[in-house]
Each structure stands twice: as C-alpha cells, then as structure tokens.
C-alpha cells in the first residue's frame, strides 16, 4: 500500500467547511484513495473512497488532484460532532488474501470549535 | 440494523485468567478481522478471517487464538492474558474480493488485564 502524508492537527470553525488534505505521491494506477475517521476511542467509520473522479456522498467529497498523487476530504458543513481523527489510506481495492486489512497511519487530528 | 457488535465492552482480569471476546456482524461477510490499538502505535492487525474456517496471523498474533466456525462469529481468546495485552480491541468486518468496498468495525473492547 502506498504511504500517506497527513498534517497532525486542523482546526476548523462549526458550519464552516473542513478540508482535510492527503499526500500519496506513490500511489499506483490500481490503488484507491479511502478515508475513515475515529471518533473517541470508537470504532473506525468509513467516509468515502474513490479512484480518479471526485467523488460524493452523504457525508463528505472527495476530491482527487489529475495526477492522483494527492487528495482533499471536504466536510461541508463541519458540526462539534465532526471532530475526531481522519485516516487516510491508500490501497488496491482487491486482494486475493488479508483483503480487508487496512493500515492506519497517525491520521489528522480534526478539532471543530464552535 | 446493519452492524459489527463485541462483547463485553470492557473487561478487567487479571493475568492468566482465560478470556474470549465475541464478535458478530450481521451483514453476510466473508472477511473478519481483529485489531487492537494502542496509543502511539495506532491500530495493528492481530488476526483476519477470510471465510468460515479459514483464519491466518496478521500483525500481532502472538497471545491470541481465533475461531471461524460460523460466518457472523469470530471470537478473540486470550488463553493466557498478560498485561502487555491491555488495549482497546476492534472487530471489523467486510466482503471480500471484488465486492469489498468498506469495512465495518465494532464498537471496541477496552481490556485491562492487571
């Protein structure tokens, strides 16, 4: 899996927009681009994966720079309960063994203030 | 509801004292997994699960045994629990192969073996 590159620590304003960038100068052409987050001690939650295209849903974007060597995770509308730790993880979408083994780097530590 | 569940939810022994953790997850996934996670050293692999019966080491397998026999069970025993095994545990479950998209962690297991 290709290593990653997150900043330790973001703050962001309640209601404001949360970008939380993600280097992967590495990755290859069949790696996708997951993010998850931990928030207190909870078990980890997906948010989002993609490829190439930017991508959406519910809870955040995803945006992918064209050489795909960096991301952007955007909550749109951070609230208090967005806080937590973002991870984000490159890897193949498909082993043929250990498939769902993630690896966890330190993440960035999101602190939304009211 | 779609989910990962573990009990108990925190645990306090003492050391050598057998203990099992379960897990259950009630979304028909083939892969299973055990993490354990400790500050600083973030989350590491301790055992995964590809399908019923077949189960293999990750990261940190060394203190815990696995079982497979159900595909919704896969519990975490500690034969012979020692203090360095004091840690948060997760559960985590997926599909696997080209079906994988997100994987789903348990709530957390706080262990403290004195």
């Known amino acids: 899996d290709a290593k990653t590159t997150q900043p330790p620590s973001m703050d962001c304003a309640e209601g404001r927009a949360a970008n939380l960038p993600c280097n992967h100068s590495?990755?290859?052409?069949?790696?996708?681009v997951y993010w998850y987050r931990q928030i207190h001690s909870q078990g980890p939650q997906y948010i989002i994966h993609?490829?190439?295209n930017n991508e959406t849903n519910e809870m955040a974007s995803l945006i992918i720079t064209e050489d795909r060597k960096s991301s952007t995770l955007i909550l749109p509308h951070a609230t208090l309960r967005d806080t937590a730790v973002y991870y984000c993880?490159?890897?193949?979408?498909?082993?043929?063994?250990?498939?769902?083994?993630?690896?966890f780097g330190q993440g960035t530590t999101l602190q939304v203030k009211p | 509801e779609a989910q990962v569940t573990q009990n108990p939810r925190y645990l306090i022994t003492v050391t050598g004292k057998k203990l099992t953790v379960t897990c259950s997850q009630n979304?028909?996934?083939?892969?299973m997994s055990w993490y354990r996670q400790d500050p600083g050293l973030g989350l590491r692999q301790i055992y995964y699960?590809?399908?019923?019966?077949?189960?293999d080491k990750g990261d940190v397998p060394e203190g815990y045994k696995v079982s497979r026999k159900e595909k919704r069970n896969f519990p975490l025993i500690l034969e012979s629990p020692s203090p360095n095994q004091t840690s948060l545990y997760f559960c985590?479950?997926?599909?696997?192969?080209?079906?994988?998209?997100?994987?789903?962690f348990g709530p957390g297991t706080r262990l403290t073996v004195l």
């Open positions: 993880i490159v890897r193949v979408k498909w082993r043929s063994s250990n498939t769902g083994k993630l690896i």
């Open positions: 699960s590809m399908n019923v019966e077949v189960t």
């Open positions: 590495t990755i290859s052409g069949n790696e996708y």
């Open positions: 979304m028909n996934h083939e892969y």
């Open positions: 985590a479950s997926s599909f696997s192969g080209p079906s994988y998209n997100e994987q789903f």
């Open positions: 993609g490829l190439k």
